[in-house]
């Protein structure tokens, strides 16, 4: 078994769940936030929008070593 | 693979397991009662209620205390049955902590590690062995019905289990809920349903409850899911606290030393960056929780499913696959534990440096 690449798989386990939980977490925000502030659905959308750019940074850089490894693994 | 088919050798013991297959789904379908996410506890020490999770947590450490014991306590050099075993799997979790983490922060992994992988698996081994879950006290109707109540639910929702008053619950159980009524097979009754037809169950010797298991697998409770996740995630910061330092681990999420120096754009990814980071941990917290608590407590499910369809042949592969399932989980959550404290002491430059190239 090849250890290393057993533990960056590993890492890649999660990458569902942080999409989906960042993507809810920004976005409750911005709902409850709209609520206090009665802005309705303006901090919503802004809560959609940083929830994407965190999804897909964090989905970005959780990849990269990946892809990385598998690449040194392969020469 | 058709041609084998033929051969009597192989046909004839598929001939019956079909056969037995049908006879099954027809005349024998279990009992189904879905267990549901809420557990009632048992009983209280001092106030502490007593969930029959945590009796099967005992189970599983009882377990794990008794084979550790059992196979120290006279250690040869030349090992017996059990203490090969014991070494065999003690040694195989240590090699792999070492190779994924080095001599000495995988010796220093290694405890938590292998705990959690030996504790997860006894526990989800212990959940398919017979009994659990299927013998218990009996929560009569009423009560059922009026704790439901209190939650809310309405009496068409509040789902009840046939049994014979003796708190049987046999194979292919048949009623009327009305006399000269059609005969039911089912094992599940709504509230309401056992409200108009009470007297009626009485006269033919059923009645309806709950049944409440002594024990139940220790995974299917998400308490027990979410303690080992905040026990993992308090070993991984205090493992990445001790190796950097306080201020250095912490500037993993909140790195403001670019923004200082004037530099705003790198300041900005570097901020960034942390809120990433700090928004991985909390979703690392309930992953961990949800994968295994998930995992088991469909499994659960799946298992009284297949019971209540094909009673005969089919549960068997199903233990099967649970028992596989169980073993995965658990390396799964161990090794979760290991990969995460192997990026908690790594510092910061480490990952980007391959990053870059």
Request: glycine share 12%.
């Amino acid at each position: 078994m090849n250890t290393g690449l057993v533990l960056v798989a590993m890492r890649l386990l999660g990458l569902g769940w942080y999409v989906a939980a960042s993507l809810l977490i920004f976005i409750v925000g911005g709902v409850w936030l709209d609520g206090v502030f009665s802005t309705k659905p303006i901090l919503t959308f802004i809560g959609l929008g940083i929830g994407m750019i965190v999804a897909f940074g964090g989905l970005y850089r959780m990849v990269k070593p990946a892809l990385v490894r598998v690449r040194k693994d392969e020469k | 693979m058709l041609a084998s088919l033929s051969r009597p050798r192989v046909f004839i013991p598929l001939a019956i397991a079909l056969v037995l297959f049908i006879l099954g789904f027809i005349f024998l379908k279990g009992p189904l009662e879905i267990p549901g996410l809420k557990i009632e506890p048992l009983f209280r020490i001092a106030n502490y209620p007593v969930r029959n999770t945590v009796i099967q947590q005992w189970l599983a450490m009882a377990v794990l205390l008794g084979i550790g014991i059992t196979a120290a306590r006279n250690p040869d050099m030349v090992p017996k049955r059990l203490q090969s075993l014991v070494e065999i799997v003690v040694e195989g979790l240590l090699n792999l902590c070492q190779t994924a983490a080095g001599r000495e922060n995988g010796r220093r992994f290694f405890p938590v590690v292998a705990t959690i992988f030996l504790f997860v698996l006894s526990a989800n081994w212990l959940g398919i062995i017979p009994g659990v879950g299927t013998v218990g006290v009996v929560i009569p109707a009423e009560e059922a019905i009026h704790h439901a109540e209190e939650e809310g639910k309405h009496l068409e929702d509040i789902h009840l289990f046939m049994m014979t008053e003796g708190g049987n619950i046999p194979f292919g159980l048949t009623y009327t809920l009305e006399e000269g009524g059609h005969e039911h097979t089912s094992y599940s009754i709504s509230g309401e349903e056992y409200h108009h037809s009470e007297e009626h169950l009485e006269r033919q010797g059923l009645t309806a409850g709950h049944l409440n298991g002594f024990l139940r697998p220790a995974n299917t409770d998400v308490n027990t899911t979410a303690a080992l996740a905040i026990i993992s995630a308090i070993f991984v910061e205090f493992w990445g606290i001790t190796a950097l330092g306080f201020f250095t681990y912490m500037g993993k999420f909140f790195n403001f030393k670019a923004l200082l120096k004037g530099n705003i754009g790198m300041g900005l990814v570097d901020v960034f960056v942390g809120i990433l980071e700090f928004v991985g941990e909390l979703v690392r917290l309930i992953s961990f929780t949800f994968r295994l608590f998930g995992n088991s407590f469909a499994g659960e499910v799946l298992i009284l499913i297949i019971m209540f369809l094909v009673p005969v042949i089919f549960p068997v592969l199903t233990y099967g696959m649970e028992l596989f399932f169980g073993a995965i989980q658990a390396f799964i959550f161990g090794m979760l534990t290991l990969v995460f404290a192997i990026m908690a002491v790594t510092a910061h430059g480490g990952e980007h440096g391959d990053e870059h190239h």
